[in-house]
């Protein structure tokens, strides 16, 4: 099962962690574009959200794949991988 190497509650809570500080981020950068642009502010703001929720997903995706084939994780430096 994935995410059982640390303990799959430590490794569940660095997992979505992670995938909030990336919604945050990318969800205040993308707001910001949209809103340069010239989009109102209820649209910059759901269409941030959208596309922010998208790559949080994808990141997820993404460390739970690395994790089922017990590779390190480059995206998320969780200390596994070697330098």
Not at 5 to 23: D, I, M, N, T
Not at 40 to 50: N, P, R, S, Y
Request: overall charge positive.
């Amino acid at each position: 099962m994935p995410l059982e190497r640390e303990g799959s509650f430590v490794r569940v809570r660095f997992v979505g962690k992670r995938c909030l500080q990336l919604f945050i981020g990318a969800f205040a950068v993308l707001t910001s574009v949209y809103l340069f642009r010239g989009q109102a502010l209820k649209g910059a703001m759901k269409d941030a959200a959208l596309w922010s929720l998208l790559s949080a997903a994808i990141f997820a995706g993404a460390v739970v794949y690395y994790d089922q084939k017990n590779k390190p994780c480059d995206l998320c430096r969780d200390g596994d991988s070697k330098p």
